[in-house]
């Protein structure tokens, strides 16, 4: 289950646009028609959380490589979808000094974040998982875009 680095911005960008479909889809309901105007905070936080949010991701993807089952993986993925999600609402709110009344305030806006998030990270490790997941060719080979990952996939092989 080894990835490029390609393979893996390709899944986090692929994670961040997911995140913003199924936000969207999630605000339309409790908040009504004013759903939309959420996006201009959204955007910026998610963005936030992508950068943040990516060099752990990758370092749990690193770490899972040996992990084979794919089942394994979108389940810690999904964990890790909505932990961010959580711990970026309540970044978000600590930073702005909005407590919106306490944890009681905020704690549906951080699970509609992350119940959002959840599956957005987990659809983002299908997309960027994508190649990795393909059945080899019959000589067994696949070509690899990153030279680095093919070295390190050699180290520990």
């Known amino acids: 289950m080894g990835f490029s680095r390609a393979e893996f911005i390709r899944g986090a960008i692929a994670a961040w646009v997911w995140f913003l479909v199924i936000h969207q889809l999630a605000l339309l309901v409790p908040m009504g028609g004013i759903g939309f105007v959420t996006l201009s905070l959204t955007l910026p936080w998610s963005f936030g959380a992508l950068l943040v949010g990516s060099p752990p991701a990758f370092l749990l993807g690193r770490a899972l490589r040996a992990e084979s089952r794919r089942w394994v993986h979108q389940v810690v993925f999904a964990i890790f979808g909505l932990a961010v999600g959580v711990l970026t609402t309540a970044l978000a709110l600590w930073l702005t000094g909005d407590g ?6 905020w704690l549906p ?9 959840c599956p957005a990270v987990v659809l983002g490790w299908r997309f960027g998982a994508c190649e990795t997941n393909q059945p080899q ?8 875009t990153d030279p680095d990952a093919d070295y390190e996939d050699s180290l520990t092989a």
């Open 109 to 117: 806006i951080a699970a509609i974040v992350a119940a959002s998030a």
């Open 137 to 144: 060719s019959v000589s067994g080979a696949r070509r690899r």
């Open 100 to 105: 919106l009344g306490g944890p009681e305030g």
